[in-house]
């Protein structure tokens, strides 16, 4: 079974500063291991995916996150934070060859001091 | 279209009567998903269709919820005599296929309030 654990529910950074979301994952199997971003009264937008390429994964905004299998993570990292970073972030997991249903962690709210 | 399209955007309902929530994927998507997102709870799934394949109706919460795709297009979510732990935000989201890992789009979500 696949699960996904982000410790904390919330995070603040100045604005300029490196923002570092935590990813844990538990899966049986290699996974897809996915960031979603989801501003206030909206629904969630991929940020970036990881699909067994690359380990170092680059998505929008300027954000990135790599993959270590040793440590079973997928950190969210960004060099400096903007104001319009602010929103929820969700890490997820999805087994491969199965069907795509993705496990969803309980998101990290990120707020950005000017 | 161009996105996923979910209506109402809105729902204010009584304890007991049944709701109706439609989610239109984006064309050419074989996959919908249903996921329920409650305050500080993350993301809980619901129910997957792929395709005309057995839904996978594993995460439905009680026999109160049900869905169904019409013609592998628009899907309806229905949750009969409404209880005030219901309210939530329903998201649904698509995907081309399963299996490779394109991650979904979603849609705006309904957020349902049972009063």
């Known amino acids: 079974a696949q699960s996904v654990t982000q410790l904390g529910s919330h995070v603040s950074v100045s604005e300029g500063a490196l923002v570092l979301l935590r990813c844990n994952y538990s899966s049986s199997v290699p996974p897809y291991l996915f960031w979603y971003v989801q501003y206030p009264n909206q629904g969630l937008q991929l940020l970036l995916k990881?699909?067994?390429?690359?380990?170092l994964v680059k998505g929008i905004n300027g954000f990135e996150a790599e993959f270590k299998k040793s440590e079973t993570s997928f950190h969210l990292t960004k060099p400096s934070a903007h104001m319009s970073d602010a929103a929820e972030y969700f890490c997820a997991v999805s087994e491969t060859g199965a069907n795509s249903k993705l496990t969803f962690g309980k998101g990290i709210t990120l707020s950005v001091r000017p | 279209g161009a996105g996923v399209s979910q209506s109402p955007s809105n729902k204010v309902t009584e304890k007991g009567k049944d709701v109706e929530l439609r989610c239109d994927p984006i064309s050419g998507h074989t996959a919908l998903y249903w996921y329920r997102q409650s305050l500080g709870q993350g993301l809980e799934f619901l129910i997957y269709f792929q395709g005309n394949s057995a839904p996978d109706k594993s995460g439905l919460p009680s026999d109160r919820f049900s869905a169904e795709r019409t013609g592998g297009s628009v899907s309806t979510l229905t949750i009969q005599r409404t209880q005030q732990e219901d309210s939530a935000v329903y998201l649904c989201?698509?995907?081309?296929?399963?299996?490779f890992g394109y991650g979904y789009t979603f849609g705006s979500g309904t957020r349902l309030t049972v009063v």
């Open positions: 989201a698509s995907t081309p296929d399963v299996g």
């Open positions: 990881y699909t067994s390429a690359a380990t």
